[in-house]
């Protein structure tokens, strides 16, 4: 559509500009409240200039913890929601990837019931079945532990699904190529489908591991050891403290440090994850 | 080197669809077969068959004598070519060609040499490193006769491969892969529905239809004596002319040309079998047309013309001419006028006979 407009791209961009604006704004308040001490921000004058104790406050909240509170460092927090993600993205990818392969390529009784099986859980998130899910979950013994963190999320219904699509579209003769070259089935999938699946998989990557990276009931409800606790819990309990004042600079440091790890990923892996989103070749 | 035999092979789906009608063919060491057949015919599945893509549900297929029914596609030695190539996308030319060779356990030096080999017969050599989707269709192509090449099965199978070029590049690669096989004197059965390709490729064709074979020969002996109005039709371009031998006008002029037994119903006669003329026609036939339409296509001129007598219909069937319709082909481009009449006359040689079902052939 060509539209012959009088200020140009002008107005576009103006819309654009107050919408970075909208969704940056809050995120920078949290950068400038993380530098400054805890009784500027407490006296409710907001500054929107830096200040000067943003090397203390990133000190204490990654590494000491400030004392005042039961407290742990952040830095342990950000290594167990890190494990957490990276086990609930890399096993919904395995578990998914080998479901749909099954389903796609190979004909089995009751075929169609395992998917269409698989496809109703999607109607049973965490939050559904958090009570039976607890209950095994603590029968197992993997309260605070990082299996019973990360198992209990990694069956996902979406990336089989996923998946399933994706490999619906890889031609059948190439499948039968693969035969006639002398290829089993899993020499199939590691030498041909995997590869094939490169793109999709990242692309899937970034939206698990931010999906992993943001669990919040789940943690809350299995970790009781302050060790075993993860970022976004951390942040809660930061400013859920009783007979102190809430110490608005960790909390907001803590928030800006667990934006950071999902902002990686994604700028990381940005142009795997455009390509998987948009790529047809074949 | 092999020869392919196939004894009574029939295959019927789980639903009941009988998809092969029991089917035997003998396939010589080092022939090349074409299986020719309009869409729906079972030509593919016969092949699929043949590679052990599809199950078999009676008969023997023998390759080498060997029976193969139950034995793996892989454990076949045979190799296919595919219409979409089928090349594995994210693997380099070379990779491709090498795959089945390395899941083989060959050894690399080996691998080198028949990769480097088949590179140099297919002039793939500078793109060897290159991924499949940087090549032209015609590339393509080559790549996946590579991988069948390197392979040194003991036979080749190539289900429409031509079907995806342009038809400049086909004909190209029509060339080559006959020169190919020739080389190679590797035993090849060969798919398409295109009866020109047929034609020009094989030492065997099997024109199959709905299931069955309709004939088996040399593609010149089908050509010239086809045994039903089904190969008639379907091979040559236009298709053969086939009258109703019931018209009084041919019944007549037929009365000097040879006893009508009783089951005879069709006449056939090739577009480029007749020749205009006012001359009389020695034990031949003439007919009488007006011209409808005419194709210059340059050498060649076409001319359809209708038979006097005869109301104008439409065809049955796709590819067959409508009733009264009559096609003649001449050489040039001088050609009469629309609406001119003309007499078109064929000898007596060149009439084709057939059962008035169109299923058998009659000598003459």
């Known amino acids: ?282 | 080197m092999a020869s392919v035999t196939l004894r009574d092979v029939s295959k019927t789906y789980p639903g009941g669809f009988e998809a092969i009608k029991g089917i035997s063919l003998e396939v010589g060491d080092g022939q090349f077969c074409v299986l020719v057949g309009p869409s729906g015919c079972g030509k593919s599945t016969l092949l699929r068959m043949v590679a052990g893509l599809e199950t078999i549900t009676g008969g023997d297929i023998d390759i080498g004598g060997r029976i193969v029914n139950q034995i793996e596609p892989a454990e076949r030695d045979i190799a296919m070519v595919f219409q979409n190539y089928a090349l594995y996308p994210h693997m380099s030319v070379y990779n491709n060609m090498a795959y089945g060779l390395r899941n083989r356990g060959m050894g690399e030096p080996e691998i080198d040499t028949r990769v480097q080999e088949a590179a140099r017969i297919l002039e793939l050599g500078a793109m060897l490193e290159r991924k499949p989707g940087q090549l032209s269709g015609g590339q393509r192509q080559r790549v996946a006769m590579g991988r069948a090449i390197v392979r040194q099965p003991k036979v080749f199978l190539f289900d429409e491969p031509l079907s995806n070029l342009d038809a400049k590049l086909r004909i190209a690669m029509r060339v080559e892969i006959r020169k190919l096989q020739r080389r190679l004197k590797t035993t090849s059965i060969y798919v398409t529905h295109d009866q020109l390709e047929a034609m020009t490729l094989g030492d065997i064709l099997v024109v199959m239809n709905g299931g069955r074979v309709e004939q088996i020969g040399n593609p010149l002996e089908i050509y010239q004596k086809p045994a039903t109005t089904f190969v008639a039709s379907f091979i040559g371009a236009p298709p053969m002319n086939l009258l109703p031998l019931r018209s009084d006008e041919i019944k007549s002029q037929f009365a000097g040309v040879s006893r009508v037994t009783g089951d005879a119903g069709l006449l056939g006669i090739r577009p480029e079998d007749f020749v205009i003329s006012s001359d009389g026609v020695a034990g031949g036939i003439a007919l009488g047309l007006t011209v409808e339409a005419i194709e210059r296509v340059g050498a060649e001129t076409f001319i359809y013309g209708s038979r006097q007598h005869e109301g104008q219909g439409i065809a049955a069937n796709p590819g067959e001419l409508p009733p009264g319709e009559v096609i003649v082909r001449i050489p040039g481009a001088i050609a009469p006028a629309i609406g001119e009449r003309i007499r078109a006359i064929a000898p007596r040689e060149k009439l084709h006979l057939f059962s008035a079902d169109g299923r058998k052939r009659i000598d003459l």
Do not use: C
Request: proline share 5%; charged share 10%; aromatic share 10%.
């Open chain 1, 1 to 282: 559509m060509v539209e012959h407009r009088r200020f140009g791209n002008l107005l576009p961009h103006l819309v654009l500009l107050a919408g970075v604006a909208i969704v940056a704004f809050p995120v920078y308040l949290a950068i400038i409240a993380s530098t400054h001490d805890n009784t500027v921000i407490a006296n409710g004058q907001m500054p929107l200039y830096p200040g000067t104790h943003a090397i203390e406050t990133y000190w204490n909240t990654i590494v000491s913890g400030t004392g005042r509170t039961t407290r742990a460092p952040v830095g342990g927090m950000m290594l167990n929601s890190l494990i957490m993600a990276l086990g609930i993205a890399a096993g919904k990818i395995a578990i998914s990837i080998i479901s749909a392969y099954a389903i796609v390529f190979f004909s089995f009784p009751f075929r169609m019931t395992a998917f269409w099986t698989i496809f109703i859980t999607l109607m049973l998130p965490v939050e559904v079945r958090i009570f039976p899910t607890y209950k095994i979950t603590s029968d197992l013994s993997m309260l605070d532990s990082y299996s019973g963190l990360i198992l209990p999320l990694i069956a996902s219904a979406t990336a089989t699904l996923l998946f399933r699509q994706f490999f619906m579209t890889v031609p059948k003769e190439l499948v039968e190529a693969s035969k006639i070259d002398g290829a089993g089935p899993i020499r199939f999938f590691w030498d041909t489908l995997l590869p094939l699946s490169v793109t999709n998989i990242a692309a899937l990557f970034v939206i698990l591991f931010i999906y992993g990276w943001n669990q919040y009931l789940w943690p809350l409800l299995i970790t009781t050891r302050d060790d075993m606790q993860t970022i976004v819990i951390g942040i809660k309990k930061i400013i859920d403290v009783h007979d102190a004042l809430t110490e608005w600079q960790v909390a907001m440091a803590t928030a800006v440090l667990a934006m950071l790890p999902p902002v990686a990923v994604v700028v990381l892996m940005q142009r795997l994850f455009v390509k998987g989103l948009i790529e047809t070749e074949k």
